[in-house]
């Protein structure tokens, strides 16, 4: 039987004289049996810590339940979880047999947005599960993306850019959720296409310390890649290397031998002066005064 708890208002019309349950209103707080609880199907938290737990049942054991979990009844005597998993799990951790809990009406689908919603609000949720609870407001409940922005206040752009996170391979998701990068870096890598490049960049950002702002610099480079001097070099056959250095022996000046894929090109010999261009002419052999 869950018994009145004094932080709830009003309660003694909950149970009357004779021990029968009433009807309980929607904002009651009553303290309830742990063992008549049960964790909630729709909780959108996937990993609990357990070094944290311990800490909050310790400061459970020293001041109580500060905070009543949410629940729903679902039968006599018996209620699911909507929010406070942490709490419940570590009041029993604490070895405590009741725990005070608000009091709620709620179906299934009521019951999954609130759980949603509420852990979306919490700042202990690590962003993949904040994405997920989001996709979960979409897919099941049926929110849009204007809807959801009012109910957890929230920017409708701060909602997409959690919804992306999960376009990223699942190995760098379980990064995210592991701490191994932040959301900033996460951002970042969304901005590369091929799953694989995103890979390589996620383990550079880890192998190197890279900051969010050095990520965002070497992405840039990766997705608008600038040509350098040896990759115009590998267009220049062997053979026409081969050349291009006689070339510059021979005039004793760095000559640029240039070719297309079609064969045409051009030789490029630099001087420096009037006596230089004289010396190559005459390596030529043409005087300057014959050109005239």
Same mark, same amino acid.
């Given at each position: 039987?869950?018994?009145?708890?004094?932080?709830?208002?009003?309660?003694?019309?909950?149970?009357?004289?004779?021990?029968?349950?009433?009807?309980?209103?929607?904002?009651?707080?009553?303290?309830?049996?742990?063992?008549?609880? %049960?964790? @909630?199907? /729709? &909780?959108?938290?996937?990993?609990?810590?357990?070094?944290?737990? !311990?800490? #909050? $049942?310790?400061?459970? =054991?020293?001041?109580?339940?500060?905070?009543?979990?949410?629940?729903?009844?679902? %039968?006599? @005597?018996? /209620? &699911?979880?909507?929010?406070?998993?942490?709490?419940?799990?570590? !009041?029993? #951790? $604490?070895?405590?047999? =009741?725990?005070?809990?608000?009091?709620?009406?709620?179906?299934?689908?009521?019951?999954?947005?609130?759980?949603?919603?509420?852990?979306?609000?919490?700042?202990?949720?690590?962003?993949?599960?904040? $994405?997920?609870?989001?996709?979960?407001?979409?897919?099941?409940?049926?929110?849009?993306?204007?809807?959801?922005?009012?109910?957890?206040?929230?920017?409708?752009?701060?909602?997409?850019?959690?919804?992306?996170?999960?376009?990223?391979?699942?190995?760098?998701?379980?990064?995210?959720?592991?701490?191994?990068?932040?959301?900033?870096?996460?951002?970042?890598?969304?901005?590369?296409?091929?799953?694989?490049?995103?890979?390589?960049?996620?383990?550079?950002?880890?192998?190197?310390?890279?900051?969010?702002?050095?990520?965002?610099?070497?992405?840039?480079?990766?997705?608008?890649?600038?040509?350098?001097?040896?990759?115009?070099?590998?267009?220049?056959?062997?053979?026409?290397?081969?050349?291009?250095?006689?070339?510059?022996?021979?005039?004793?000046?760095?000559?640029?031998?240039?070719?297309?894929?079609?064969?045409?090109?051009?030789?490029?010999?630099?001087?420096?002066?009037?006596?230089?261009?004289?010396?190559?002419?005459?390596?030529?052999?043409?005087?300057?005064?014959?050109?005239?």
């Amino acid at each position: 039987m869950a018994k009145r708890n004094a932080l709830g208002k009003g309660l003694g019309a909950l149970i009357d004289d004779s021990g029968e349950e009433k009807t309980v209103d929607a904002d009651s707080v009553l303290e309830i049996s742990l063992k008549d609880i %049960e964790t @909630n199907p /729709f &909780q959108p938290r996937t990993f609990f810590d357990e070094e944290t737990l !311990s800490e #909050l $049942a310790a400061s459970i =054991k020293e001041l109580g339940i500060i905070q009543p979990i949410t629940v729903r009844k679902t %039968e006599k @005597n018996t /209620f &699911q979880l909507i929010s406070g998993e942490r709490r419940y799990r570590a !009041s029993l #951790l $604490a070895g405590l047999k =009741k725990i005070p809990a608000f009091i709620r009406f709620a179906d299934d689908q009521s019951m999954l947005e609130m759980a949603l919603v509420e852990n979306i609000q919490r700042e202990d949720l690590d962003a993949i599960e904040v $994405a997920i609870s989001y996709q979960r407001l979409i897919e099941e409940c049926k929110l849009t993306q204007e809807n959801m922005s009012d109910r957890v206040g929230k920017k409708r752009s701060t909602i997409s850019n959690y919804l992306r996170l999960l376009k990223l391979p699942a190995e760098i998701q379980l990064g995210i959720r592991d701490k191994q990068i932040s959301m900033g870096h996460a951002r970042a890598l969304v901005n590369i296409e091929d799953p694989e490049t995103q890979l390589k960049a996620y383990y550079r950002i880890i192998d190197e310390g890279l900051s969010v702002r050095k990520t965002e610099e070497m992405i840039r480079d990766i997705n608008n890649p600038q040509p350098t001097a040896t990759k115009a070099k590998k267009n220049l056959p062997e053979e026409f290397e081969q050349v291009k250095k006689h070339l510059t022996d021979h005039f004793a000046s760095k000559v640029d031998l240039k070719r297309t894929t079609k064969g045409n090109g051009k030789i490029i010999i630099p001087f420096t002066s009037d006596e230089d261009l004289e010396r190559i002419m005459e390596l030529l052999g043409k005087k300057k005064s014959e050109s005239k």
